[in-house]
T-cell receptor, first 115, second 115 residues
């Protein structure tokens, strides 16, 4: 069965600090997809990134970067020079090609960025 | 393009009643999925519809049902409401290509409170 673990329940940082959110997944499929979503206080889940299991290239988008390592089944997310607007709950999710579009979410990491 | 819309945004019901929630996907998206979010259980997959057919279903009792119309709009219904059904219900839509799970875009959710 598929499973996503986000061991960090809550992280607090001071603005401009770098922060890494951890995500570890379990799946028996050889083809799968990993996602990160952001949920600000407004409640709407905002899509950040999608990565398929055959693409282990790290990705950078502005202050955001993702490190995908199949050897450790991890898909970690780093925010560089954090800002107050980054405060939100961040979810890592997994979907398997045999499961349609079903997303299995981790429990989320609450990130608080303070001045 | 307009985003995913959900109606109503807030709903208060009493135990034993039934409720219908509505979701309009992004134009051109044919896959619609529903998720339940609670503080205790987190984000859990309810079901997915594609071309008016249920493709996948999560581990929820039969009181939870859904359907999709020819214009891709979807509704979910919960009958005989229980206190534990109080949650944020999120709808997500995506384009669908064979063999590839694309990113899902979420609506703002319907906050259901059961008294």
């Amino acid at each position: 069965a598929q499973k996503v673990t986000q061991a960090q329940t809550e992280i607090s940082v001071v603005e401009k600090e770098d922060v890494t959110l951890d995500c570890v997944y379990e799946t028996r499929d050889t083809t799968y997809y990993l996602f990160w979503y952001k949920q600000p206080p407004s409640g709407e889940l905002v899509f950040l990134i999608r990565r398929n299991s055959f693409d282990e290239q790290n990705e950078i988008s502005g202050r955001y970067s993702w490190n995908f390592q199949k050897s450790t089944s991890s898909f970690n997310f780093t925010i560089t020079a954090s800002q107050v607007v980054d405060s939100a709950v961040y979810f890592c999710a997994l979907s398997e090609t045999g499961g349609g579009n079903k997303l299995t979410f981790g429990t989320g990491t609450q990130l608080k960025v303070e001045l | 393009k307009a985003g995913v819309t959900q109606t109503p945004r807030y709903l208060i019901k009493t135990r034993g009643q039934q409720v219908t929630l509505s979701c309009s996907p992004i134009s051109g998206h044919r896959s619609v999925s529903w998720y339940q979010q609670t503080p205790g259980q987190g984000l859990q997959f309810l079901f997915e519809y594609f071309s008016e057919t249920q493709r996948n279903k999560g581990n929820f009792p039969g009181r939870f049902s859904g359907r999709q119309f020819s214009n891709s709009r979807s509704e979910m219904n919960v009958s005989t409401l229980e206190l534990g059904d109080s949650a944020l219900y999120l709808c997500a839509s995506s384009e669908k290509t064979v063999g590839s799970n694309l990113e899902q875009f979420f609506g703002p959710g319907t906050r259901l409170t059961v008294l």
